[in-house]
């Protein structure tokens, strides 16, 4: 219960909540570039330098700068609120279930590295949608599905799949336009992409 | 006059008057007008894009076509601008303040006009500046060492954090995350694959194409769609283009200063259209009579508008001369280059000839394909306007896709890009500028290269970028920019200059 208190009142001071969770995201990246290089790679020398020494120098200015960020959230003249982000608990509690289960399982899974693959994606996913609008989940799904579908289902399949996903993404989803839409990016696609322009793509599943 | 100039310019025209080259110059400032045109699509997003398009084509047609997509942007957004208020690229937001008023003043015709001579007064000027400045500064560059290129990358990076959007220190630290980020894949030196998290498709390190498209491209239409934002189009009628006499007498004088003002800060580090178009307008705003500003002033429509284009332009000289991207536009021509296997650099305008002047000479051409195909396009452009946001963005979804994947042709690549995306996502959300990422990504293999070899021939010895001249004059500059930048009475003008 005290650290809650603690929590709640570090969350108090915080005025301008852009640059507490940019400072967060700064010092993370910062210190795992850091302990990354410094952990596995050669440091070498100032003359000769090895592969750890220009990223761990750089991470650790940059966990630095991220420091300042941090700490600039408490005293900044702006203010932002903290909550920047939307918060569905339902959806981090499955992300979390998934991407539990798809580690621990790991074992079982070896076999099937491409059932792997989808549930530690699934777990991703769900995880975005727990913190991010509508827009961000859906767009960013409609572009993972069509690279994935691309080969396996074709180039018209994987059109329509990118088109009426990324347009459920929009506010304003109309069925005849989409339809329309759809039709003429498909036509689009295959006569300017595979014969216009000779790209290496199938158009329909297994051909 | 100059001997061996004319004489490299009339290679250039020769190059750049072939038909082929003439179809893809022409190809690329239609597309940059159609995407200036259209609001929540800019060239970097479309050159990305278009990148993997061009593997087949030659480079000399490749670099044409894209310039032109760049320079053409600049003559497409002043169109929207004007006409609806639509700035349809970042560098026309100020030409909105008094170029739609005077088209609700039933000036629209002759705010038109003036922008597009004034853009192709400023594309000449600017193609002669590239033409007389880039060979003395390339022969300065053929000398630099690997402590002078450190140092020149380290200048870049500051000029271009100086004049990223809001916080400093926010710019600084997505600079050293951009060079980090960068740095992942195989060392040169070691051969050790560095933060792959032992992905055989990372070992090349990430192409850039895949952070541009994520960070600029879908990272935009995610935020886009997020705001909601509804287009209301109410387009102004044209009656009319010629300007009368009294805007041509009034224009002048801001044409050629805007035209100044742009070719200057074009060149700079950070610098390129946008500043220079902000930079033009403000300069304006102190000179002569000032009652008229933000009142469908002509003054305000020709001065930026003549600054924006100039400084697109002179914005390849350090592309051209030195190798270093002075924007993200520049960082992706960058990645052109590399494509068709050219090393961006001195080297390029002596060993290459034709490619250097062919472009230039593809600029000049191309401003004036834009000044004659612009004027009576305009009815088609407007027109163009009227398709909503919720038809446009799958289709350049789409384009985004195809184009990503068309890389390498695995999933791998799309995937990847959907992940910048989400770190594009936030780092909007963040107030995080991402221009300096982009810069900093590209630059960071290079910089990181010069480095280690400026201190292997020092010995060790990290003052070396302070005795050697050259390398301590460009570090100077680069801590001095810093130091003004944090001084308070700049800070403050600075934080205002962005707000307006």
């Known amino acids: 219960m005290r650290d809650k208190k603690f929590l709640g009142d570090v969350a108090m001071k915080v005025r301008n909540g852009k640059d507490f969770w940019a400072g967060l995201m700064f010092a993370g990246f910062g210190l795992g570039f850091m302990l990354v290089s410094l952990s596995n790679y050669p440091m070498g020398s100032a003359v000769r330098m090895g592969p750890a020494y220009f990223p761990a120098v750089l991470g650790g200015l940059l966990a630095l700068l991220g420091g300042a960020v941090l700490f600039r959230a408490f005293v900044s003249r702006f203010e932002h609120p903290l909550k920047l982000f939307a918060f569905r608990l339902p959806l981090l509690i499955a992300a979390l279930v998934i991407g539990g289960a798809t580690y621990l399982a790991d074992s ?45 289902l074709g180039l018209v399949l994987s059109t ?17 336009e989409i339809v329309i839409l759809t039709v003429v990016l498909v036509l689009f696609g295959v006569m300017v992409f595979v014969k216009g322009l000779g790209l290496p793509f199938n158009l329909w599943p297994g051909e | 006059m100059d001997f061996a100039l004319i004489h490299n310019l009339s290679v250039g025209f020769g190059v750049a008057l072939s038909l082929q080259n003439l179809m893809y110059c022409f190809v690329g400032v239609l597309l940059g007008t159609l995407i200036g045109v259209l ?3 800019g060239p970097v997003a479309t050159i990305a894009m278009l990148l993997p398009v061009t593997f087949n084509l030659s480079p000399i047609s490749a670099l044409i076509m894209l310039a032109g997509i760049y320079y053409g942007a600049q003559y497409g957004g002043s169109t929207t601008a004007i006409l609806v ?4 690229e970042s560098a026309s937001v100020i030409t909105c303040l008094d170029g739609y008023q005077m088209a609700r003043q039933g000036r629209a015709g002759p705010a038109l006009a003036i922008a597009a001579m004034g853009s192709f007064f400023a594309g000449c000027v600017a193609t002669v500046v590239i033409a007389l400045f880039a060979p003395p500064l390339a022969e300065v560059a053929l000398k630099f060492g690997p402590a002078e290129y450190f140092s020149l990358m380290v200048l870049g990076l500051v000029g271009a954090t100086v004049l990223a959007h809001g916080s400093l220190v926010k710019a600084i630290a997505m600079t050293l995350l951009g060079l980090l980020l960068g740095l992942i894949g195989t060392d040169v030196n070691s051969g050790i694959a560095r933060f792959t998290f032992g992905l055989p498709e990372l070992s090349d390190g990430i192409g850039f194409v895949i952070v541009a498209m994520g960070v600029f491209g879908f990272a935009e239409i995610i935020t886009n769609l997020e705001q909601g934002a509804s287009r209301d189009v109410f387009v102004n009628k044209v009656t009319g283009l010629m300007p009368t006499w009294k805007d041509l007498k009034d224009s002048s004088g801001a044409i050629l200063r805007g035209t100044a003002l742009g070719s200057m800060l074009g060149i700079l580090p950070g610098g390129g259209a946008l500043l220079s178009s902000f930079a033009a307008y403000t300069l304006e705003k102190k000179i002569g009579d000032t009652s008229k500003f933000g009142k469908g002033e002509i003054r ?43 090393a961006p650099g001195p080297q390029v305008m002596t060993e290459r000839p034709e490619l250097f002047w062919g472009m230039i000479a593809s600029m000049w051409i191309g401003n004036l394909m834009l000044v004659i195909l612009n004027l009576p396009l305009i009815g088609i452009w407007v027109k163009l ?11 350049i979804l789409l384009f985004c896709c195809v184009g990503v ?7 791998f690549d799309v995937m990847l890009t959907a992940l910048f995306g989400l770190l594009g996502y936030v780092f909007v959300k963040l107030e995080c500028e991402p221009a300096p990422l982009i810069l900093g990504f590209i630059l960071g293999p290079l910089m990181e290269e010069n480095l280690r070899r400026a201190m292997l021939l020092s010995r060790g010895d990290a003052t070396v970028f302070f005795t050697k001249p050259i390398s301590g004059v460009l570090l100077g500059i680069a801590i001095l920019l810093l130091l003004i930048t944090l001084a308070p009475a700049v800070r403050k003008t600075r934080e205002v200059a962005f707000q307006e």
Request: hydrophobic share 55%.
């Open chain 1, 108 to 152: 079982q899974l070896k076999g099937a590295p491409m059932a792997q693959f989808a549930l530690a994606g699934l777990a991703l996913f769900l995880f975005i949608g727990a913190f991010g609008p509508k827009s961000l989940f859906l767009i960013l799904f409609a572009v993972v599905i069509f690279g994935f579908a691309l080969k396996p």
């Open chain 1, 160 to 176: 329509v799949l990118l088109i009426v996903l990324s347009a459920l993404g929009g506010h304003d989803f109309r069925n005849k």
């Open chain 2, 39 to 41: 609001p929540g699509i």
């Open chain 2, 85 to 88: 208020n639509l700035p349809g």
């Open chain 2, 300 to 342: 305000g429509v020709a001065a930026p508008e003549a600054a924006n284009n100039a400084g697109a332009q002179t914005s390849f000289i350090p592309l051209l001369t030195l190798g270093i991207p002075s924007n993200p536009v520049m960082a992706l021509m960058i990645g052109a280059m590399m494509i068709q296997g050219i």
């Open chain 2, 385 to 395: 306007l009227t398709v909503p946001y919720r038809l446009l963005y799958p289709s």
């Open chain 2, 405 to 411: 994947y068309s890389l390498s042709n695995q999933p």
